[in-house]
């Protein structure tokens, strides 16, 4: 029986998995990025006062996905609207 396949939030441990999916999804779009903005990258998914969240999906200890997204409330309405939603697969 083949082992689920799981969603969850990413954990600052995720980070050395985390970077091989994020540099393939920068080759995609033939962009390279300093090592600074992806350890910014990185840090934001974890301060409080960002709007910004990662998921990865990880199958037996290993991640093959990550998708970020940000909430926004700053239009003129009281609901938070999705700004950006995706998942790389490594």
Same mark, same amino acid.
């Given at each position: 029986?083949?082992?689920?396949?799981?969603?969850?939030? *990413? &954990?600052? !441990? %995720?980070? !050395? $998995?985390?970077?091989?999916?994020? =540099?393939?999804?920068?080759?995609?779009?033939?962009? !390279?990025? &300093?090592? =600074?903005? !992806?350890? &910014?990258?990185?840090?934001? #998914? #974890? %301060?409080?006062? =960002?709007? *910004?969240?990662? *998921?990865?999906? =990880?199958? %037996?200890? $290993?991640?093959?996905?990550?998708?970020?997204?940000? #909430?926004?409330? $700053?239009?003129?309405? %009281?609901?938070?609207?999705?700004?950006?939603?995706?998942? *790389?697969?490594?």
């Amino acid at each position: 029986m083949s082992s689920p396949l799981i969603i969850r939030s *990413v &954990a600052p !441990t %995720d980070f !050395t $998995q985390w970077e091989p999916l994020w =540099e393939g999804y920068n080759s995609f779009y033939k962009r !390279t990025l &300093a090592p =600074e903005i !992806t350890k &910014a990258t990185w840090s934001r #998914f #974890f %301060d409080a006062y =960002e709007p *910004v969240h990662a *998921v990865v999906a =990880e199958k %037996d200890g $290993q991640l093959s996905r990550f998708g970020s997204f940000s #909430f926004s409330s $700053q239009h003129h309405n %009281d609901r938070a609207d999705l700004l950006f939603a995706g998942f *790389v697969h490594g």
